[in-house]
C-alpha cells in the first residue's frame, strides 16, 4: 500500500470505488473495458441507426473476481499498474497469496486475457482452492449471436450487429473465442505455486480470432503472454515518458492521463485492423445511453491529438486517416444542410455522418470541421508528410474543409466582411449566434493552412480561398480590448467552457499581450466552475504564456476535482455528471503540461518554447518529442534547458535540426546523441538551413 502511494506510475486500494462507472479500464486500440464489466467494446463496432447508434455491446469472458471461500482475514489490494498496462487483485493470508491480473493486450490487440496465480506463502500441505465467480452469458441486445464449433479449447460465437448506421450500411460481424471458466481452481498438496491463464480473441472474421487465439496460445506455452504485453508498454513509456520533479498527485495525474490516452492509440507497424477513432470515454465506455455513445467529437482532433502527436505521429496519423476514410459522409452532411464541400459530424461513428441524436448541435456547433483541420495541419508542421496529402486522401480533405467554409460565410456590405451566421459555438450555452469567434478564426485557419499545402503541392490557390480568409469578421470590442465570444456578447453572461480563451492556444491568433489578459480576466469568472473538465487547463496555458504561473496554478488544481480515487478516473464534470474515463479532461490536463510548462508551439516552421513552471515544479524531463522524424528529449529547470536528439532515423534520412534562442539568436546545432544547454529562454527548434553555395 505504501509503495503504491509513493509510485506516481501505480495506483492502489484496499477497496473497490462504491460507482463501478471509476473502475479502472484496460483497454488496447482494438478492445477496451472496465474491469468487473460484463460487456467489452471493439474500436468502429456500433449498433443502431443515426443518432441511436452507439458501440455495439459485446458480453466479456474477463469479467472474473476471484474469491477464496472459508478464508478468515484475508488482506486484499487492487492495483493499476500504468507501466504494465495491468489490473490485479491481490488477496493474501498466512499461508498463501493469489494474485488476479487483467489485461488487454497492448501488441496483440485482438486479444484480452486474465491469469489468476496461487503461491504458497507457509509450510502447509493443504490444497488451496480458489472459486471464480462470473455471471457470463453468451448473449448481447445489439448482435445475432450464434453458437459455433469449439476451437483449440475455446468456445465460439459469431454474428452481425442488429441495425445499421445508416440505411444499407454495413453490419460488421463479430467473432470471439474464449476459454472456458471453471467454477474453481485447486493448487495441490504437492504444489507450491501455478498459474493459469485465459484468452478471449475478439475480431470481426473467422480467420483473424482463430489466428489471434492461436498465437495466444503459443505464447502462454512459451510462458511470456503477459511478458510480452508488458515489454509492448515498457516501449511505450520509453518513447513517451514525461516526469516531473513536483508533487506526487501532479505526477499520479500526469501518468494516470498518459496511461488512459496511449491506451487509445493503436501499435506501431501495422496493427491489423481499420482506427475508427477516439471516444470522449475511450473503449471502456459507450454503450446505449452512456458517454456519448461511443460517438467521435472535437474533443479527439483538439483536445487528446496534440499530445499523442507530440509522441507518436503515426498514431496521430491513425487518427487522420479515421477521418479521411469517414469524407463521404462529411461530403454529405455539407449537401444536406445545403452548403459546399464538407461539413463533419458534431457526432461521429463508423460513416462520417451526422449521429447526433440532437439536430441542434449536429446542425450549428460546425467549428468541428475547422477543429478537424486544425489536427491535419498539426501534423503536417510536425512531421512534413506530403504523402498523406499527396498520395492518401488528405488533400481532398483539406480542399473539401476550404470548400464548406467559403459556402458557409455571407458577405456583410455594411461591414465589409464575411459573417458565418447562426452558429453554436463552443460554449453551448449559447445558439444561433453570429460571428462567433472561435468557429470564425478556426475556419480562417482552415483556408490560411489550405492554402498553404496547395502551394506545397503545387496546386493553384483559389482565389476565394484567400479573400475569405482575409476578410471573415473576427469579433474584437476596441475599446475593452479584448474578443466578445460572438455579436452580442454582453461582459458577464455565463458561459459553459473554455471558447474565446482557445483563440490564445491552440489557435494562435495573433493578439497582443494586454488583450490575450483581457481575455482570461472577462471569461474566467464567468465559466461555470464544475462544467467540462478541460476548460481550466486552457485558462492555465493563457497565463502560463503570460508568465503568471501561480495563477496559472491555481486554474490547474481545479481539474484535480475531476480525478476520482483510487484509479484516477476522470469524470466530465465536477459533480460527477457525464461522462467518465472522460479523455477529454486528460488531454487538457496533459497539454497544460507538455505545452504550458515547456512553451512548445507548433508552426509552420518551428517548434517554439518558453518554459515557465510554478513553485512546487523544480524540474520536467520530456522524452521522445517527435519533430520532422527526429526524437527528442528536454530536460528543463527554472535555472538551465538541455535538448538532446536521441534518435535520428537514416533511413528515410530526418531533417538536422538547430536551436535557436529568440533574444541573442544564438543557434545550437543539434546531433544525435549529443546534447545542448543553456540558461532556460524562450527559443525554438527548426530544420537546419541549407547552405547555399
Sequence with gaps: MADGKEDPTVFSSTSLPLDPRLLATVTNAYLGTRVYRDILHINGVYNGAVGDTHRADIPSPVNVRVMVPGADSLAETFTLNTQTGTFSHVLRSTDYTVTHQIYAHRSLVHLMAFSVTIQRSARTTQPITVCLQTPFVPKSQDLDLNRGLDFQGAHYIHGKTLVPEVEGGPRPTVHMLWTPVPQALTLCGEEQERSWEFLTAVAESQEEVKRSYSDGLALIAAGSLHSSHAHAWAALWRDSCVDLDGPLPLRQAVYGCLYYLLSAIPPRGNPGFLFHGISPGGLSNGTRGEDYWGHVFWDQDTWMLPNILLFYPEAARAILEYRIRTLEGALRNAWEQGYKGAKFPWESAATGREVCPEEIYGAQEIHVTGDVLMAFEQYYCTTLDQKLFREDGGWKLVDAVAQYWCSRMVWNEEEQCYHIKGVMPPDEYHCRVDNSAYTNVVAQRSLKFAADVAQDLLIPVPEEWVDCAKKVKVPFDAEKKYHPEYDGYS??????????????????????????????????????????????????????????????????????????EPFKIWVENSDGSGAVNFLTGMGGFLQAVLFGYTGFRITRSSLCFDPAFPDDVNKLSI????????????????????????????????????????????????????SISFPTAAGWIRRLPTETP
Aim: charged fraction near 25%.
Design 491 to 564: 461582459p458577464g453572461e455565463p458561459v459553459k467552457q473554455a471558447d474565446v480563451v482557445l483563440l490564445g492556444f491552440p489557435l494562435m491568433h495573433p493578439m497582443s499581450s494586454e488583450v490575450r489578459r483581457n481575455d482570461l480576466e472577462m471569461y474566467e469568472p464567468v465559466t461555470e466552475l464544475s462544467g467540462p473538465a478541460m476548460t481550466w487547463s486552457m485558462f492555465a496555458v493563457g497565463w502560463l504564456e503570460l508568465k503568471e504561473v501561480q495563477r496559472a496554478q491555481s486554474q490547474l488544481r481545479k481539474c484535480f476535482s475531476n480525478i476520482t
Design 623 to 674: 522524452t521522445g518529442v517527435s519533430y520532422v522524424g527526429n526524437k527528442l528529449k528536454f530536460t528543463i529547470t527554472k535555472e538551465e534547458m538541455r535538448i538532446e536528439v536521441t534518435e535520428c532515423p537514416r533511413n528515410p534520412p530526418a531533417s538536422p535540426l538547430e536551436a535557436v534562442l529568440e533574444e541573442s539568436g544564438q543557434r545550437f546545432p543539434l546531433r544525435e546523441g549529443q
